[in-house]
């Protein structure tokens, strides 16, 4: 199978770039599984909450609050 890229694929893919550059990357669901490194820790595990600035993450029984730009694409 091939992936066929449509007239205005590059243009979109730019404007999501900038938009993401200027407001940051959107925000993880709630229920979410993320994983990423935050003050030189790792961590994988749910989200429960998000908000501008922060996300709370739920590892085992326990919760951590993470910047948004510590979650891994």
């Known amino acids: 199978m091939t992936t066929q ?3 205005g694929d590059r243009e979109a893919a730019g404007a999501i770039a900038g938009m993401q550059s200027i407001y940051g990357r ?3 669901s709630i229920g979410q599984w993320v ?3 935050c003050r030189g820790r ?3 595990g749910e989200v429960v909450e998000a908000g501008p600035g922060f996300v709370v ?3 085992d029984d326990m919760q951590i609050v993470v910047p ?3 979650i891994e694409d």
């Open 5 to 7: 890229q449509m007239a």
């Open 57 to 59: 993450v739920k590892i």
């Open 42 to 44: 790792t961590f994988s």
């Open 68 to 70: 948004p730009s510590a």
């Open 26 to 28: 959107p925000l993880p």
């Open 35 to 37: 994983r990423g490194e």
